[in-house]
């Protein structure tokens, strides 16, 4: 896969990612590089949440807070490619 004409790779990129200060509730960030619904190159990031999290009220500010990190920093170590960011469970039948 290629970041368009970047010198940045996926690799440094999910380093990157994987510095960025999240809650405790959160597992990991996974990144991956493939095309949106209109068959642009994007960023795909998804934040993997523990099993057991806070209550929506808790996790919604800082899940929006979390975003706007990584969106910013994917935005400056490639601008150009849009950064799609989605939240899932770490494992099924919770909440």
Same mark, same amino acid.
């Given at each position: 896969m290629t970041l368009l004409a970047s010198t940045v790779s996926l690799e440094d990129l999910r380093e990157g990612v994987g510095r960025l200060e999240r809650p405790e509730w959160v597992r990991a960030i996974e990144l991956t590089e493939g095309p949106d619904a209109d068959d642009d190159m994007a960023l795909w990031a998804w934040i993997v949440l523990e099993p057991e999290f806070p209550p929506q009220e808790q996790v919604q500010p800082a899940l929006a @807070?979390?975003?706007?990190?990584?969106?910013?920093?994917?935005?400056?170590?490639?601008?150009?490619?849009? @950064?799609?960011?989605r939240v899932r469970e770490s494992s099924e039948g919770n909440r």
């Open positions: @807070a979390l975003r706007q990190r990584i969106r910013e920093y994917l935005s400056s170590q490639v601008p150009g490619l849009w @950064a799609y960011v």
